[in-house]
């Protein structure tokens, strides 16, 4: 199906040249003269190469017909990650450099949103947010309210990130999947 290039977003498949690429980035750009343009970032996924293309806003891009299911995150292995449709109990094995560093998030239970092309897992969309555990941080200095720093913590999954405060080891947070980033306390 031809879509126009303006159209493609950020985990969106296209068909280029009989290869399939995964859109990375998407950015519509409108230069004070000459034509617009879409710049995209795109990993093929036969073999993760990344690649930069431009197209005129107007051009037509052939976009590959992928299914969006939702599976569910079972366990790492040799193999790669093992995610399982929870209509089907089908299970399906998706190599590591697909999901990349988004494998910290991972937690077993997880519902995530595979991308699936004539059977092959090609990309994949976990929650927006996340609960994970807080396992160390700075103390708490007394006096230091004025300033709004964040202090560096590290969370369960191993991750850095930076916290307000007043978080303690051991709390729960709500972290930003996309990036790492805090949003608040958990609330159970």
């Known amino acids: 199906m031809k879509v126009i290039a303006s ?8 068909d280029i ?12 750009i409108h230069p004070g003269k000459g034509t617009p343009v879409t710049q995209l970032d795109m990993r093929r996924i036969s073999d993760g190469v990344k690649v930069s293309e431009r197209y005129r ?5 052939e976009r590959a017909f992928v299914e969006d299911r939702e599976y569910t995150f079972l366990y790492e292995d040799g193999e790669g990650f ?9 299970q399906v094995a998706v190599p590591e450099d697909i999901i990349g560093d988004q494998k910290a998030y991972l937690q077993e239970g997880m519902a995530v949103m595979l991308s ?17 555990e ?3 941080t700075e103390p708490v200095v007394k006096g230091q309210t004025a300033s709004s720093s964040y202090k560096p913590a590290i969370l369960s999954n191993g991750v850095r990130t930076m916290v307000p405060p007043h978080i303690t080891a051991g709390t729960r947070v709500v972290i930003m999947t996309e990036d790492g980033s805090y949003v608040e306390r958990a609330k159970d």
């Not at 093992?82 to 089908?90: K, L």
């Not at 699936?116 to 994970?132: D, Q, S, Y």
């Open 134 to 136: 807080i396992v160390e």
């Open 57 to 61: 806003t107007t051009e037509q891009v």
């Open 82 to 90: 093992h995610f399982m449709n929870p209509e089907t109990y089908e």
């Open 116 to 132: 699936v092309h004539n059977g092959v897992p090609i990309a994949i969309e976990l929650p927006a947010r996340v609960t994970l």
């Open 7 to 14: 159209t493609l977003r950020k985990g969106n498949v296209v």
């Open 17 to 28: 040249d009989g290869k399939l690429y995964v859109v990375l980035t998407a950015q519509n």
